[in-house]
């Protein structure tokens, strides 16, 4: 059977039209780079198809971008800008020669393209082959151009994701890492001395992987404890790191010999060359002397701890010191708390994680809690899972907004 010239050359564009389809599946099978797709897409609508000038422009889940840009001078233009106010008002194949409205002149045609009918991209292309009889050939390819299109575009888009997810799954094991060592910072209540002098208990929740909340009891001497409660401004990797360079710091300073203010004055220059003012730290710090029965503090900042007189039974906050760290590069007037301690007298120190933690109606959970709690007989440690209760009790299902720390001491 003879075919006509006209049949002869259906089937050569159906050729070539598989072809193509073709060299694109294989060239995205064998996970070519998206430079190298977009090479091979170029080749196919500007030599293949003889049209002069082609630009793509593709959504990556947070903007629009030009991800191609071929046989055009170079001009200033903002991507997103330009989908959003001109390219967004064309739903199907258009054409725009003749639109004195259209910011891109030399072009003739937009095809959007779609996927599950959402617009993944709009292809522009100009410069077509006019010259030759009868209708221009490009204009019977416009629906091959917007299939071959989607194509490229959601391949592009699925690399991407693909990197992506491999970033997120290496920063998730970073994370994790973090976490393993930031709590190996945190004291547990297990590590918390029980004897004739205090008791102590603890509670620590971040609010994330990593936190910025810190809290820690040293042994100075048989004699000495000294105990502090910090929080760094802000959440994050960042936050955590501050805090873990705090900590050593802090540990390498604590001894029985330095006094209260000299660790405040050195925990601020520290803090100050390592954040740059960026950040700061809340801290309340305190030393306690079982021979003398003395308590001394200083709070910088802090949310002021509870302290409970078993003698008077009353309760009062523990707020002298000075402003928090890293705030100023030198602290000027630091205020050291001193308090006699009476046996069955108890101090509970937080963070503002606990006292402002919401509930559905975004009241907030206040320090009542802690002063009902403090003034009972129960175990300090039982009184530390007393408030983890009620907070969770009182914020419901709400997600708690920020890390959680508790740190109580029962004095003997």
Not at 26 to 49: A, F, G, H, P
Not at 53 to 75: D, P, T, Y
Not at 295 to 307: D, E, F, M, R
Request: with cysteine; proline share 3%.
């Amino acid at each position: 059977m003879m075919l006509n010239k006209s049949s002869i050359q259906r089937l050569q564009l159906s050729n070539f039209k598989l072809n193509s389809l073709l060299e694109i599946t294989q060239s995205i099978n064998q996970n070519l780079s998206t430079i190298s797709l977009l090479r091979r897409y170029e080749k196919i609508l500007r030599v293949d198809l003889n049209i002069g000038r082609v630009m793509i422009f593709s959504f990556n889940q947070k903007e629009w971008e030009c991800i191609l840009e071929s046989g055009i001078e170079n001009e200033y233009y903002d991507a997103d800008e330009l989908v959003k106010n001109s390219l967004s008002k064309f739903e199907d194949i258009s054409y725009v020669t003749s639109s004195s409205a259209f910011q891109f002149k030399g072009f003739d045609i937009v095809i959007p393209v779609y996927q599950n009918d959402i617009v993944i991209a709009y292809v522009l292309i100009g410069d077509i082959d006019e010259e030759r009889e009868g209708v221009s050939p490009t204009i019977k390819h416009l629906k091959f151009i917007q299939t071959i299109t989607n194509v490229i575009v959601v391949a592009i888009e699925n690399k991407r994701l693909y990197k992506e997810s491999i970033v997120q799954a290496a920063f998730k094991k970073e994370l994790e890492l973090a976490s393993k060592m930031q709590a190996m910072l945190i004291p547990t209540n297990d590590a918390f001395p029980k004897n004739n002098h205090l008791r102590v208990a603890s509670y620590y929740s971040p609010h994330s992987e990593v936190g910025g909340d810190y809290y820690d009891f040293i042994r100075l001497n048989k004699e000495e404890y000294g105990f502090c409660i910090a929080d760094v401004s802000g959440k994050g990797m960042a936050a955590a790191i501050l805090m873990s360079n705090f900590q050593a710091s802090l540990r390498a300073l604590f001894t029985s010999k330095i006094e209260l203010p000299a660790i405040i004055n050195r925990l601020n220059e520290s803090i100050m060359n390592n954040a740059k003012g960026e950040k700061f730290i809340t801290f309340f710090i305190g030393k306690y002397n079982g021979k003398t029965r003395k308590l001394n503090y200083v709070n910088a900042g802090h949310n002021p701890p509870v302290y409970y007189n078993s003698k008077t039974k009353k309760t009062e906050f523990l707020s002298l010191g000075c402003f928090g760290l890293g705030m100023f590069d030198d602290i000027p007037n630091i205020i050291e708390g001193v308090v006699e301690i009476n046996a069955g007298d108890k101090v509970i120190c937080y963070t503002d994680g606990l006292s402002e933690a919401e509930n559905p109606e975004q009241d907030e959970l206040g320090t009542l809690p802690i002063e009902e709690c403090i003034v009972t007989k129960q175990s300090i440690s039982v009184i530390i899972e007393t408030l983890k209760n009620k907070m969770k009790t009182f914020i419901k299902e709400q997600p708690v907004s920020d890390d959680v720390s508790i740190l109580g001491i029962e004095f003997s």
